[in-house]
């Protein structure tokens, strides 16, 4: 069982690069979350899709965009990286409907902007 | 909007004890609580989730409860051991199934052998 798996594990970026952070899930789930975690932070949510087709911003949007490529992928890209954006970074997918929304998480992708 | 807090930050306590970790919520209107585990460098893996028409859930030495109206949970834990070393994060979605979880900033659990 893959559950959600995130690519890359690691990365290091330079300012003003850009990247795109991959996540699928195998869950069949209807809904997919970015969050980042910082220390002293918590988890902030970035963007979510409550279904395919549909996305909408979370509490920290900016300086980020994300793609709901079909029901299992959900990407987030970094058009020009910025120090701030140095973080730990989860996906997370549930089903939106019923009494199961259990959520699951990936085990997260270490990006340092220098 | 909602916010969600654990207390205590952090706790300290020698192997075997029963502890409880605590977790509130500002807006009772929520679908339900989920309680994670993350251990250090590592994602988060779920450990209990509670609707909010129940009052609690368990498995194995964990048990969770939900007070909705007084906008509460608590995770309880008995008989801990080290391998219970971990930050205990606390999340709740509301008030639709397909809206997001806010999460608690959670509890970073020693268990001193």
């Known amino acids: 069982n893959a559950g959600v798996t995130q690519t890359p594990k690691f990365q290091v970026l330079k300012t003003g690069q850009s990247m795109t952070l991959q996540c699928a899930q195998d869950m069949n789930h209807n809904s997919m979350y970015w969050y980042r975690q910082d220390p002293g932070m918590g988890l902030r949510l970035i963007y979510y899709?409550?279904?395919?087709?549909?996305?909408d911003k979370g509490e920290v949007p900016n300086g980020y965009n994300v793609s709901r490529l079909n029901k299992r992928e959900f990407s987030l890209r970094l058009e020009s990286a910025a120090p701030s954006q140095t973080s730990v970074y989860f996906c997370?997918?549930?089903?939106?409907?019923?009494?199961?929304?259990?959520?699951?998480f990936g085990q997260g992708t270490r990006l340092t902007v220098v | 909007k909602q916010e969600v807090t654990q207390i205590p930050a952090a706790l300290s306590v020698p192997e075997g004890e029963n502890l409880v970790l605590n977790c509130s919520f500002t807006?009772?209107?929520?679908?339900?609580l989920q309680w994670f585990r993350q251990d250090p460098g590592k994602g988060l893996t779920s450990l209990l989730l509670i609707q909010s028409s129940q009052r609690e859930q368990t498995s194995g030495r964990l048990n969770a409860s939900l007070d909705k109206s007084s906008g509460r949970s608590t995770l309880y834990i008995a008989a801990s051991q080290p391998g219970d070393s971990a930050t205990y994060l606390c999340?709740?979605?509301?008030?639709?199934?397909?809206?997001?979880?806010?999460f608690g900033k959670g509890t970073r659990l020693s268990v001193i052998a």
């Open positions: 899709s409550a279904s395919e087709g549909t996305t």
């Open positions: 807006d009772s209107a929520i679908y339900n």
């Open positions: 999340a709740v979605r509301g008030p639709s199934g397909n809206t997001p979880l806010v």
């Open positions: 997370a997918s549930s089903e939106a409907l019923g009494l199961n929304t259990e959520a699951f």
